[in-house]
């Protein structure tokens, strides 16, 4: 059964720093493109960043370009995000998925249950 | 422009068939793919790729493309179908994803 489970989440100051981790099982991690997406309180999915197996390609939303960090471990079956100068507008769930390629694209076949990170100002 | 746009809610009388669409540029070129989210709980993948449920969907539900207009079907709507549905796709540069704003399903 495939299981990601997200951990790390937590309140933080304005300015601050976090690393989020998603544990993995069931399935062959380094096989995997793999995801974060995030969710405001009350708000939609915003797509964070993704990243290719073995990590040698990273893509991240506009946003947070610069203070975001994803990456994997491939011998733990893990997967991180590090953030850095965290602001109100970072506040959400924050949800790892696995990505698997079809017809042209990547779709989201698995989600964690996700991690709240909050953010004081 | 990298956006996908989808109404903010729509109603279905149970036993009905609803449509929701997902509208952008990108949709020329790539598939949508679809996620469910209930309340409090994490999304769901429901389609991708041309018209390809994901593992445990009925097959009620359905996808099309045309244009630059995805849609998903949802035949013979239950009740247990209420929820938060959200369209995603590669933007121009096909490396970065979008989601649309989400479309609130009721059911009534």
């Known amino acids: 059964e495939v299981q990601l489970v997200e951990s790390g989440g937590h309140w933080v100051q304005h300015g601050g720093s976090l690393r989020l981790s998603c544990a993995a099982s069931?399935?062959?991690?380094?096989?995997?493109?793999m995801t974060w997406v995030r969710q405001a309180p009350g708000k939609g999915l915003e797509w964070v960043a993704n990243?290719?197996?073995?990590?040698?390609?990273?893509y991240y939303v506009d946003s947070v370009r610069g203070r975001f960090t994803i990456s994997r471990d491939n011998t733990k079956d893990s997967l991180f995000l590090h953030m850095n100068s965290l602001s109100a507008d970072d506040a959400a769930v924050y949800y790892c998925?696995?990505?698997?390629w079809g017809y042209g694209s990547y779709f989201f076949d698995y989600w964690g249950q996700g991690t709240l990170v909050a953010v004081s100002s | 422009s990298s956006e996908l746009t989808q109404d903010p809610a729509v109603s279905v009388a149970l036993g009905q068939t609803v449509r929701i669409t997902c509208q952008g540029d990108s949709l020329r070129g790539h598939y949508a793919s679809w996620y469910q989210q209930k309340p409090g709980q994490a999304p769901v993948l429901v389609i991708h790729?041309?018209?390809n449920r994901a593992s445990g969907i009925p097959d009620r539900f359905s996808g099309s493309t045309s244009g630059n207009t995805a849609s998903l079907t949802i035949t013979g709507t239950q009740a247990e179908d209420e929820a938060d549905y959200y369209c995603n796709a590669p933007d121009s540069s096909g490396n970065h994803y979008v989601f649309g704003a989400g479309t609130k399903v009721t059911v009534l």
């Open positions: 069931g399935f062959t991690f380094g096989d995997h493109f």
């Open positions: 998925a696995r990505s698997r």
């Open positions: 990243i290719k197996q073995d990590g040698s390609e990273t």
């Open positions: 790729g041309k018209n």
